[in-house]
T-cell receptor, first 114, second 115 residues
């Protein structure tokens, strides 16, 4: 069975500092990996995805994620955090395609202090 | 990107009543729609997958008679929570896709409160 783990419930970073939100996955095949962001009482916004190719994926709002097959990780990163980045971030995996059912991680709350 | 809407955004109902939530793809035809449930400070749990014109596929543990899903057209899927109880209170989110290799787009969610 496929699964996604986000080991940190909360990540606190000072504005201007780099940030990393961790994600590891477990699937039996080649995964489609995603990052989504959720603001309070809102639906999910797509940040980026990895299907194949370059291990470093660039996404919206200056975020990027690095796919590491040997470590089965897909950590989300940003070189310089903004206060407006404060939100709930979900890592997710789909086994077959972007249009297949998506399994979400437990979420990591990112808090950026001024 | 494509837009998915949900209606209503918030609903409060009495225990025992039924509530219908609509999910619409506004500028594309959604061959598949997904319904998720999110508990406070928790992740999204997939409830069911809905394909236009066919019966929904429910995830294990989801009561199909309680959560009725209808995908009658390529732009509309509905989730009806029947005989709602306080434990059904949650944030319900739908997503829609237009094809196998296409993105899923998520609706803004519906907050259901059952008194």
């Amino acid at each position: 069975a496929q699964s996604v783990a986000q080991p940190e419930d909360q990540v606190n970073v000072a504005e201007g500092n780099p940030l990393t939100v961790k994600c590891t996955y477990s699937v039996s095949g080649n995964p489609y990996l995603f990052w989504y962001v959720q603001y309070p009482n809102r639906g999910l916004q797509f940040l980026l995805k990895y299907i194949t190719g370059d291990n470093l994926v660039k996404g919206s709002y200056g975020f990027e994620a690095e796919f590491n097959k040997s470590q089965t990780s897909f950590h989300l990163k940003k070189p310089s955090a903004l206060v407006s980045d404060s939100a709930l971030y979900f890592c997710a995996v789909s086994l077959y395609s972007s249009a297949s059912k998506i399994i979400f991680g437990s979420g990591t709350r990112l808090s950026i202090r001024p | 990107g494509a837009v998915v809407s949900q209606h209503p955004s918030r609903v409060i109902c009495k225990s025992g009543t039924s509530v219908k939530i609509e999910c619409r793809s506004l500028d594309f035809q959604a061959t598949t729609m997904f319904w998720y449930r999110q508990f406070p400070k928790k992740s999204l749990m997939l409830m069911a997958t809905s394909n236009e014109g066919s019966k929904a596929t429910y995830e294990q543990g989801v009561e199909k008679d309680k959560f009725l899903i209808n995908h009658a057209s390529l732009t509309l899927s509905t989730l009806t929570v029947t005989s709602a109880h306080p434990e059904d209170s949650s944030f319900y989110i739908c997503s829609a896709t237009s094809g196998r290799d296409n993105e899923q787009f998520f609706g803004p969610g519906t907050r259901l409160t059952v008194l």
